[in-house]
């Protein structure tokens, strides 16, 4: 999802800003979320039960016991009763129990140097087109200063020739270029062969060719053939999480899989060449990336595995008008394609968060946070108290954050909202710096960062959330399995990463 312009004439002031999404909450979410706690974690109601069997059996004495199996002994019909109910619980037990979902390794590319494309070379380019009026290209010079993206990241080849070649010869080249870059990557740094691949899922929201790109994979890899292959598209910047989380669902039944997620956006047929302003703003922030993810459900590569997928929650706003046409792939006035953003976006995307994290937050925070929210909700919403809702700490749930790097007003509001530090946001500048908006790829860009600057510690938390077209906004959270050395990482910042974070201009006000 990309920003709308600090300068956009289409929004108001105030829609350009994320509404303060927590001093409203509807208590339909936060019944959701207890929802899935509670189907979710049967466990924990078993969990005091065994305490006590447990509590009450060691204070037995080895006479106690001695005495309890002599009864046992002449009991045939308890001992019958008590091995067929346990037999009948473990079996419950190992039968309903989610299979475990690790994330094994992943891999982002990162194209050649040939393709770095500074802000003004973007403007130049866009300039040698003589499609753009002047006034566009000061719109889109104005936006690209202020978009948060520096001067090191990559457009795709057809668009540094001159003139710009889009084409559909090209657009499938610049998907083999960063599908099987990132996967060849994968498959060194696990040791995988393709063979082993049991499902396959590739997102790419405005890239849809026949065949489809999971058919290319499979094509290129020699995938087996009865592959679970599935190829998703215009689900916009969140499709990521939501091949994730399909790929979730597909591991519970599928034992011992492999699952490939491959996340990415093709630029080349996706260029805009008119003149509206709402259609300008995603040439001047996205950019040329993707990620493949593998994941397992065997637990026998638990060892090996960096995290494991602990919660997916998906919201989806597309019920309502204004939600689903905020983002648009639509025609101009003179017929050419391109992706509209509505003065809404901010709006829409703030309701859409706040749903997502209202769902979440009983299934992170800790039992303190829940009830101190709980409290004022409730106060608020049937004793009508003039009370502002208590504002979740999600720092306590979370030690590392990976925002969507969709634009920079975006990151700022969220921040603001989230109460975040300059050092969680990090992740997220940087990679929206460095590389720019690479659509559903962009979390794992993230992820990669904070792995390279050595963050990563066992346990900690990861929670990645996104943003896209529809309207969604989608989260998962993951747990570190083990501390990640980033003097092993071989991922797109280790070249570099001692030059980061750097300083960011301030965006001057208009």
Same mark, same amino acid.
């Given at each position: 999802?990309?920003?709308? =312009?600090?300068?956009?004439?289409?929004?108001?002031?105030?829609?350009?800003?994320?509404?303060?999404?927590?001093?409203?909450?509807?208590?339909?979410?936060?019944?959701?979320?207890?929802?899935? /706690?509670?189907?979710?974690?049967?466990?924990?109601?078993?969990?005091?039960?065994?305490?006590?069997?447990?509590?009450?059996? =060691?204070?037995?004495?080895?006479?106690?016991?001695?005495?309890?199996?002599?009864?046992?002994?002449?009991?045939?019909?308890?001992?019958? /009763?008590?091995?067929?109910?346990?037999?009948?619980?473990?079996?419950?037990?190992?039968?309903?129990?989610?299979?475990? #979902?690790?994330?094994?390794?992943?891999?982002?590319?990162?194209?050649?140097?040939?393709?770095?494309?500074?802000?003004?070379?973007?403007?130049?380019?866009?300039?040698?087109?003589?499609? !753009?009026?002047?006034?566009?290209?000061?719109?889109?010079? $104005?936006?690209?200063?202020?978009?948060?993206?520096?001067?090191?990241?990559?457009?795709?080849?057809?668009?540094? =020739?001159?003139?710009?070649?889009?084409?559909?010869?090209?657009?499938? $080249?610049?998907?083999?270029?960063?599908? !099987?870059?990132?996967?060849?990557?994968?498959?060194?740094?696990?040791?995988?062969?393709?063979?082993?691949?049991?499902?396959?899922?590739?997102?790419?929201?405005?890239?849809?060719?026949?065949?489809? /790109?999971?058919? @290319?994979?499979?094509?290129?890899?020699?995938?087996?053939?009865?592959?679970?292959?599935?190829?998703?598209?215009?689900?916009?910047?969140?499709?990521?999480?939501?091949?994730?989380?399909?790929?979730?669902?597909?591991?519970?039944?599928?034992?011992?899989?492999?699952?490939?997620?491959?996340?990415?956006?093709?630029?080349?047929?996706?260029?805009?060449?008119?003149?509206?302003?709402? @259609?300008?703003?995603?040439?001047?922030?996205?950019? @040329?990336?993707?990620?493949?993810?593998?994941?397992?459900?065997?637990?026998?590569?638990?060892?090996?595995?960096?995290?494991?997928?602990?919660?997916?929650?998906?919201?989806?706003?597309?019920?309502?008008? $204004?939600?689903?046409?905020?983002?648009?792939?639509?025609?101009?006035?003179?017929?050419?394609?391109?992706?509209?953003?509505?003065?809404?976006?901010?709006?829409?995307?703030?309701?859409?968060? $706040?749903?997502?994290?209202?769902?979440?937050?009983? /299934?992170?925070?800790?039992?303190?946070?829940?009830?101190?929210?709980?409290?004022?909700?409730?106060?608020?919403?049937?004793?009508?108290?003039?009370?502002?809702?208590?504002?979740?700490? !999600?720092?306590?749930?979370?030690?590392?954050?990976?925002?969507?790097?969709?634009?920079?007003?975006?990151?700022?509001?969220?921040?603001?909202?989230?109460?975040?530090?300059?050092?969680?946001?990090?992740?997220?500048?940087?990679?929206?710096?460095?590389?720019?908006?690479?659509?559903?790829?962009?979390?794992?860009?993230?992820?990669?960062?904070?792995?390279?600057?050595?963050?990563?510690?066992?346990?900690?938390? #990861?929670?990645?959330?996104? !943003?896209? =077209?529809?309207?969604?906004?989608?989260?998962?959270?993951?747990?570190?399995?083990?501390?990640?050395?980033?003097?092993?990482?071989?991922?797109?910042?280790?070249?570099?990463?001692?030059?980061?974070? #750097?300083? #960011?201009?301030?965006?001057?006000?208009?």
């Amino acid at each position: 999802m990309a920003e709308q =312009s600090i300068n956009a004439p289409l929004a108001s002031s105030s829609s350009r800003r994320l509404p303060d999404f927590q001093q409203s909450v509807k208590l339909k979410y936060v019944k959701l979320g207890y929802h899935y /706690l509670i189907t979710h974690g049967m466990y924990l109601f078993l969990f005091p039960v065994i305490v006590v069997i447990a509590t009450q059996l =060691s204070t037995l004495s080895l006479e106690d016991l001695h005495d309890l199996a002599d009864h046992l002994r002449f009991d045939l019909i308890s001992i019958v /009763l008590c091995s067929s109910l346990l037999v009948f619980l473990s079996t419950i037990y190992f039968l309903t129990r989610p299979r475990p #979902v690790y994330l094994v390794n992943f891999s982002c590319y990162k194209p050649d140097e040939a393709r770095k494309c500074t802000k003004k070379f973007s403007v130049e380019r866009s300039i040698s087109t003589g499609l !753009f009026t002047a006034e566009s290209v000061e719109f889109q010079r $104005k936006i690209v200063e202020r978009s948060g993206l520096g001067d090191s990241t990559y457009f795709p080849e057809a668009f540094l =020739s001159i003139p710009p070649l889009p084409s559909i010869n090209e657009a499938r $080249k610049e998907a083999r270029t960063v599908i !099987f870059g990132a996967i060849d990557e994968l498959f060194a740094k696990t040791n995988v062969k393709p063979k082993d691949i049991g499902i396959l899922i590739v997102n790419c929201s405005l890239f849809n060719p026949t065949p489809s /790109l999971s058919a @290319m994979v499979v094509n290129h890899y020699k995938l087996r053939g009865n592959i679970l292959s599935y190829n998703l598209g215009g689900m916009g910047c969140s499709a990521g999480l939501i091949s994730i989380d399909l790929a979730k669902d597909l591991l519970q039944v599928h034992a011992n899989s492999y699952a490939l997620v491959v996340s990415m956006e093709n630029m080349t047929l996706n260029w805009y060449f008119g003149n509206n302003k709402s @259609m300008l703003i995603t040439n001047c922030l996205f950019r @040329m990336g993707g990620a493949a993810i593998l994941l397992s459900n065997k637990r026998s590569d638990r060892r090996r595995s960096k995290y494991e997928l602990v919660h997916t929650v998906r919201t989806h706003k597309g019920a309502d008008d $204004k939600s689903y046409n905020c983002v648009m792939q639509e025609e101009d006035d003179t017929k050419k394609i391109g992706v509209s953003l509505s003065k809404d976006l901010m709006v829409v995307a703030a309701d859409a968060l $706040k749903t997502n994290i209202t769902t979440l937050g009983p /299934l992170v925070l800790p039992i303190s946070e829940q009830l101190l929210f709980l409290t004022t909700v409730v106060a608020k919403k049937f004793f009508k108290m003039k009370i502002k809702p208590y504002i979740p700490d !999600f720092k306590l749930a979370f030690e590392h954050f990976c925002i969507h790097a969709g634009g920079r007003a975006v990151l700022d509001e969220l921040e603001k909202n989230l109460q975040l530090s300059d050092w969680q946001m990090e992740p997220s500048r940087m990679t929206l710096y460095r590389f720019g908006n690479t659509s559903s790829s962009s979390l794992w860009y993230e992820l990669a960062y904070t792995e390279g600057k050595g963050r990563i510690r066992k346990k900690d938390r #990861v929670w990645q959330i996104a !943003f896209g =077209s529809g309207f969604k906004c989608n989260s998962a959270v993951w747990r570190a399995l083990k501390a990640v050395d980033p003097a092993e990482e071989r991922n797109p910042w280790m070249d570099e990463i001692n030059n980061f974070p #750097v300083a #960011v201009p301030e965006v001057s006000k208009i």
